[in-house]
């Protein structure tokens, strides 16, 4: 199920983030298009959303900040990024449970 969403990098991961700014929680709020769907306080000025976005990725998945990088999407929404020194084996459990809740209500709906 996590390879759907994170890619593996030799020093790293890799996923794509759906971002939602000046939302009343910080919370992942779902799987778009194999990606994960985040809110975040933040709003999207003077790149606060993006500041707001690492601090939350790095809370979550349980990083110090200087390993997360934002490598594509700067000033858009949809975003990649980038976390050093971890694999899919290290993701905590809760994130693990938190995406497979996701992907198991987009089975159920997507069901024929």
């Not at 983030?17 to 709020?29: F, M, Q, R, W």
């Not at 500041?51 to 858009?76: T, Y």
């Amino acid at each position: 199920m996590l390879g759907r969403i994170f890619e593996n990098r030799d020093d790293g991961i890799e996923f794509t983030v759906y971002l939602t700014p000046g939302s009343s929680k910080e919370e992942i709020t779902g799987i778009v298009q194999g990606g994960l769907k985040i809110s975040i306080h933040a709003k999207p000025t003077n790149n606060q959303a993006n500041k707001a976005l690492i601090e939350f990725i790095s809370s979550v998945f349980k990083v110090a900040k200087s390993k997360i990088a934002i490598k594509g999407g700067q000033k858009s929404r949809v975003k990649k990024l980038f976390i050093g020194a971890l694999s899919l084996s290290d993701i905590p459990s809760d994130v693990s449970k938190i995406i497979a809740n996701f992907q198991g209500i987009q089975n159920i709906l997507l069901k024929p």
